[in-house]
């Protein structure tokens, strides 16, 4: 048994304007070193709300987290950037590169956040610019590249700095069949190579057939799809 993620009673209550919103309560869960796990739901199940607590982005209202045996609410903001930083890679929708930037840039830019050296930094940079097979595309800007490969430099961002735990939210939902399918593939390909631990939130049917184990987001409960 080798625990990536524990969840102990994880409960999320929104505070709004007519009283509390329960997203989910109660939520009990373990992935192993190595799960893909796919988590489904329809739109406003919490799928993101769970996904942002277990990548310490956001704060539950009552149970605990652990990460590595690690209770991570027992830290402080600056503890829970840490393990953002170190432990976890991200990749969203709408992939969040920085515009300005190339596509070098923007996946050199969290080494150099944590200070590593530039000339190393710019290495690594590159070699995961190649797995995702960005070679001939490394000094161009986001806007000049297509949504797939905005993805792909997102996943290699979120990849460089060799997290413990990949968190994907709806990484495939702004693309095509076609494009979605090969950026599920890739993002399982190079969680078997680097050992990496997953999990991807999906809409997609088709797209949670490519994870190991999916979990379905309903009611305020998670249930394991058999
Ligand atoms: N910061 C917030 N404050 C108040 N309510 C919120 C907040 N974030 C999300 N919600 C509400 O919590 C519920 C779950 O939202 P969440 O974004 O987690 O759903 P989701 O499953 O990711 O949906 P989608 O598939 O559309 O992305 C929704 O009813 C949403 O309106
Ligand atoms: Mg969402």
Same mark, same amino acid.
């Given at each position: 048994m080798n625990k990536i993620i524990e969840t102990k009673d994880l409960t999320k209550f929104y505070p709004t304007p007519d009283g509390y919103l329960k997203v989910f309560e109660n939520l009990n869960f373990t992935v192993q070193k190595g799960d893909f796990v796919g988590i489904m739901g329809v739109s406003g199940a919490g799928k993101t709300t769970l996904l942002n607590l277990l990548g310490a982005l956001d704060r539950p209202t009552r149970g605990k987290v652990f990460l590595e045996g690690e209770?991570? =609410?027992?830290?402080s903001e600056a503890g829970l950037a840490e393990i953002r930083n170190k432990k976890i890679g991200f990749v969203f929708? =709408?992939?969040? +590169? +920085? !515009? %300005?930037? $190339?596509a070098l840039e923007n996946v050199i830019i969290p080494l150099l956040i944590r200070k590593n050296d530039f000339n190393e930094a710019k290495e690594k940079a590159l070699r995961l610019l190649k797995e995702v097979g960005l070679e001939a595309k490394i000094n161009i800007k986001p806007n000049k590249l297509s949504a797939g490969e905005q993805q792909r430099v997102a996943i290699a961002r979120s990849l460089v700095t060799e997290p413990v735990l990949l968190l994907a939210d %709806? !990484? $495939?939902?702004? +693309?095509d069949w076609k494009t979605g399918e090969g950026i599920i593939k890739l993002i399982k390909n190079l969680h078997k190579e680097k050992g990496l631990t997953s999990i991807i939130v999906t809409h997609n049917e088709r797209i949670a057939e490519h994870c190991d184990r999916v979990f379905l987001l309903e009611k305020g409960k998670l249930i394991e799809k058999i």
């Open positions: 209770d991570i =609410f027992s830290k929708q =709408f992939y969040h +590169l +920085l !515009p %300005e930037f $190339t %709806e !990484p $495939t939902g702004n +693309l």
